[in-house]
T-cell receptor, first 113, second 112 residues
């Protein structure tokens, strides 16, 4: 089991560009969570998805941010028109259906110039 | 979401001493309490967890205690070693919610 896979590990974007972060959950896991971590801060919940469904997006900004978890392929966190304040580490986590235990990926460090 | 407070924010201990980190929560429906360890530039890794029907759990040098009445739980690391240096996060899951809510983290430094 390869664990939760995130790519890219590092992503540099200029202000106004789009950022796409990908997450493949652990094999057998159908629940995906995205968290954001600012330097020296905790993990802030953004969105919770199951296959083809957004269950809870209460932590995600209403504008410029979107997430999906299609039937086939990885979960995608998309940030349009990035700004410097979007610079952070974005972690994806997955869990088996009905379990609270989360397994985290290695994260994507987004830097906006 | 759940309000989780974690203290202290930084903790420096001498190698071999114990370290204790405490978290409090607000939702009485909370039922699952994991602890994660994050080394610099790495992913958060689950080190121990406890459910609401258990008061204490131990795994070698680490233990977690839960006081449901007072709504707090603690991580105890005994005989600390330099490799214990990391940021530790507590988290809470409520039966009313889908997600884990995290504390702000404690940076533990073990002095050799």
């Amino acid at each position: 089991n390869a664990g939760v896979m995130q790519n890219p590990r590092h992503l540099v974007r200029r202000r106004g560009q789009e950022a796409r972060l990908r997450c493949s959950p652990m094999k057998g896991h159908s629940h995906v969570y995205w968290y954001r971590q600012l330097p020296e801060e905790g993990l802030k919940f953004m969105v919770y998805l199951q296959k083809e469904n957004i269950i809870d997006e209460s932590g995600m900004p209403k504008e410029r941010f979107s997430a999906e978890f299609p039937k086939e392929g990885p979960s995608i966190l998309r940030i349009q028109q990035v700004v410097r304040g979007d610079s952070a580490a974005y972690f994806c986590a997955s869990s088996p259906q009905g379990q609270e235990k989360l397994f985290f990926g290695s994260g994507t460090q987004l830097s906006v110039l | 979401g759940e309000n989780v407070e974690q203290h202290p924010s930084t903790l420096s201990v001498q190698e071999g001493d114990s370290a204790v980190i405490k978290c409090t929560y607000s939702d009485s429906a909370s039922n699952y309490f994991p602890w994660y360890k994050q080394e610099l530039g790495k992913r958060p890794q689950l080190i121990i967890d406890i459910r609401s029907n258990v008061g204490e759990k131990k795994d070698q040098r680490i233990a977690v205690t839960l006081n449901k009445t007072a709504k707090h739980f603690s991580l105890h690391i005994t005989e600390t070693q330099p490799e214990d240096s990391a940021v530790y996060f507590c988290a809470v899951h409520s039966s009313n919610d889908y997600k884990l809510s995290f504390g702000a983290g404690t940076t533990v430094t073990v002095r050799a």
